[in-house]
């Protein structure tokens, strides 16, 4: 298959395989046993997760590791909604995150009572400033909101937002930066939590990090043991948080380059398909050039995506983790492009993997599929 769906996950960078094939083999042992061996995984991971900190300019203590961005959204919204009930029972997203977020929320809401602001967005994606103005008040206790989206590449202007919540509330700011990472430079110092996936960035599956300034503190979702600092039980995946430093700086070392390449790609792809009948490319200035999304809207996203399939081309209609769903795109929606938009969009993405002769070869079966699968 010709692979267009980076956004979904990457494959994993040979240096990142050949170092976690060699911890798993050598180090496998529990990184919370004293004995010698146990305490070489503790090292590996400690270490790993100080390089990690410094990579990302803050402290090691601020970093969790977990299984996935999914759970360290979890814990960051859940966990501290829970954790902070006492001082407000207000929260505020935006109508546009990942499942992974509009989930936590919805059962924050409907189990918890806690009353939840969806944020609109701009037609180019971005929280309605606005919006996040009215919506503070003396109750609010979190704001989440990601830095890129991951159906359109749209970007959030996190310092402004930060700005604003920290200038007329004490409500903390967490970020989902996943499809950020290796692609903008990531504001820390005004994000009081913020989710990272290795597995977007040439990593590991079932390897991410949840940053969380010091002085918050977070109900546990996992019971265990200590491991953590309490916030997440279980035998630590040593091998794979020792890789993660190593991930983020190769992702963080040629990001540059990458944008550079990736950016040509994009415009040459975006200029072909300016051209076609009946598109509308969804994905604007506000975007990182990774993300393309593009609606033919004369050929449905799922007859779009099967023709493409067919022909040896993998690329994703809305968000992988809602792929299974046959609502429309709540993310296109959102924006206001329109019920056809949201139910004919698909999302092209793009990689310094990628080669122009692909992209070449992917513009031609978008001609003919949109040429011969259109409906009148
Ligand atoms: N947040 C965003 C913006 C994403 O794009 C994704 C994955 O697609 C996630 C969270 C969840 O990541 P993970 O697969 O590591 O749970």
Redesign the pocket.
């Known amino acids: 298959m010709i692979y267009f769906d980076y956004?979904?996950t990457t494959p994993v960078h040979e240096e990142v395989l050949n170092a976690y094939i060699k911890v798993l083999q050598n180090h496998y042992a529990n990184a919370d046993s004293l004995h010698n061996d146990g305490r070489k995984s503790q090292r590996l991971m400690e270490k790993s997760r100080a390089q990690t900190a410094q990579l990302l300019s803050v402290s090691a203590e601020e970093l969790l590791f977990t299984s996935?961005?999914?759970?360290a959204?979890s814990l960051a919204i859940k966990g501290f909604a829970l954790a902070h009930r006492q001082r407000g029972n207000h929260i505020i997203t935006t109508r546009v995150e990942?499942s992974?977020v509009v989930h936590a929320m919805e059962q924050l809401e409907q189990e918890f009572g806690f009353r939840v602001t969806y944020l609109p967005v701009n037609r180019d994606g971005s929280v309605d400033m606005n919006a996040l103005r009215q919506a503070l008040c003396a109750e609010t206790i979190l704001v989440s909101t990601?830095y890129v989206n991951?159906e359109t590449g749209a970007i959030n202007p996190i310092e402004e937002i930060a700005a604003i919540i920290h200038e007329q509330s004490r409500a903390v700011f967490h970020v989902?930066c996943?499809?950020a990472l290796g692609k903008l430079s990531i504001p820390l110092s005004d994000i009081d939590m913020a989710?990272f996936?290795a597995?977007?960035i040439y990593g590991l599956k079932g390897s991410?990090l949840l940053y969380k300034k010091r002085n918050i503190n977070l109900l546990a979702l996992i019971n265990g043991g200590q491991q953590e600092q309490g916030l997440r039980g279980g035998t630590a995946n040593a091998p794979v948080n020792t890789v993660f430093a190593k991930t983020l700086r190769l992702a963080l070392s040629e990001q540059t380059l990458h944008n550079q390449y990736v950016q040509q790609l994009h415009d040459c792809l975006c200029a072909e398909l300016s051209e076609l009948p009946d598109v509308q490319i969804q994905s604007n200035k506000n975007c990182v050039p990774h993300i393309i999304n593009v609606a033919f809207m004369k050929v449905g996203s799922e007859v779009m995506l099967n023709a493409l399939n067919e022909r040896g081309f993998a690329v994703s209609a809305k968000?992988?983790?809602s792929s299974k769903s046959k609502a429309h795109s709540y993310v296109i929606a959102a924006m206001g492009l329109g019920e056809i938009a949201a139910t004919h969009s698909i999302r092209i993405s793009l990689s310094h993997l990628t080669k122009p002769e692909e992209v070449d070869a992917l513009i031609t079966a978008l001609k003919e599929i949109n040429h011969d699968y259109r409906t009148k």
């Open positions: 956004a979904s996935c961005a999914s759970e959204n990942h992974s990601m991951n989902d996943v499809q989710t996936s597995h977007k991410a968000s992988t983790c």
